[in-house]
């Protein structure tokens, strides 16, 4: 039985369609430069001159016009959107809390974690894993999910969690430490002395 | 299908018996038997398929990937209820001979990437391409674009390709899984 080779098929890395295509998606000139840096032959193909006028083929000047200006009002839409969820993103925040369970015993709770786009369940696992102690991945009273970490290691995790988020360029991206039960109780304490 | 989909939609992921494997490829191959010489390429032999079960009794397939490429599961096909198994777009990219094909007018496209049915016109405009034989209803066909070198989406063919250049209106095409849908931007 003979073996058929299977087609490799290069696919553009910023919106993981085959270069062709990028034209239609809503991050071309990202995709275009992303492609003139990393397989110049394929771009001089696709977007040479010669080659764009082949395109026009089967479809009359107006009506091709007519497309691109559509598609480009389409990209300038959603790269706007793109930008607003980036600022968006940049502006929530990751709150690390830590909270008394008894005198010496505590659990962390991490919220708005949605932010790194990542299986909560498995970076849960990996705090697990890394601290040698129970995780779970729990709904908050927002219906947000939260990570519970038992035991007291939210300096441990902070480290973590800025890691990822270098790793996905969301630097800017603020991480809370609040440390729960304590300052409630010095509040109560405060006001019962008054 | 896709149009929405997400990891919230899985249900169940289990491993799948070698036989059932079996069972799998020689179904695969019955529906496309252009396949057959590079079936062991799609499912490897000694692979462990995975299947996922998801809303909707949608079930996907997906084995380990050959390539190194971060990710290391790919999903190579699924099927929706007890319908035809149909082949991922990633699939269909490796082994484009396999699978009938179609082709839009350029006009098309856009429409295509977001997930339309595709209309008989776009199919039998200057600039699209239908093959000389006979297509039956309900078969499955890999949709590619005029210009363009790979396909842009898979469809279920709602006439047989005869009606569809005699008729040459409605619906020709229903789009089931096309380039930038939830399932081709999944990943394990």
Known sequence: MAEVAPKSVLYCKICSWPPEYCEFGSSFKRCQAWLQENNEDLYNQLYSNANLSNQLSSL?????????????????????????????KLMSKITIKRIERNKRKHIISISGMEVLEMDLKKICK????????????????????????????SDEAKEIIEKLLTEQGLKDVKIEQVDDKKIKKKQAAQTQTK | MFKKFSKEEIHSRSNIKSSVQRGLKANFVSLYPNIEQAID????????????????????????????????????????????????????????????????????????????????????????????????????????????????????????????????????????HYLGDGLWNYHD
């Open chain 2, 41 to 176: 390429l799609v499912i490897p032999k000694k692979s462990q398929v995975i299947l996922i079960k998801c809303e909707d009794k949608i079930q996907l397939y997906s084995v380990d990937k050959s390539d190194e490429d971060g990710e290391n599961r790919e999903i190579v096909m699924f099927q929706h209820f007890n319908d035809d198994l149909v082949p991922t777009l990633t699939t269909i990219h490796k082994f484009p001979e396999a699978f009938p094909r179609v082709q839009v007018d350029r006009g098309a496209i856009k429409f295509v990437l977001g997930g339309a049915n595709i209309m008989c016109p776009g199919l039998t405009s200057p600039g699209a391409k239908l093959p000389d034989e006979n297509i039956e209803e309900g078969k499955i066909v890999t949709v590619y674009a005029e210009g363009k070198e790979h396909a842009l989406a898979v469809g279920k063919l709602l006439m047989s390709t005869d009606d569809i250049k005699s008729k040459n209106k409605g619906h020709g095409v229903e789009l089931i």
């Open chain 1, 126 to 153: 990996t705090f697990a894993n890394k601290f040698a102690t129970g995780s779970t991945v729990q709904k908050n009273a927002e219906g947000k999910n939260d990570i519970l970490i038992q035991g007291d290691v």
């Open chain 1, 60 to 88: 009359s000047i107006e009506k091709e016009a007519k497309l691109s200006a559509d598609l480009e009002k389409k990209q300038a839409k959603e790269e706007a959107k793109a930008e607003k969820e980036l600022a968006k």
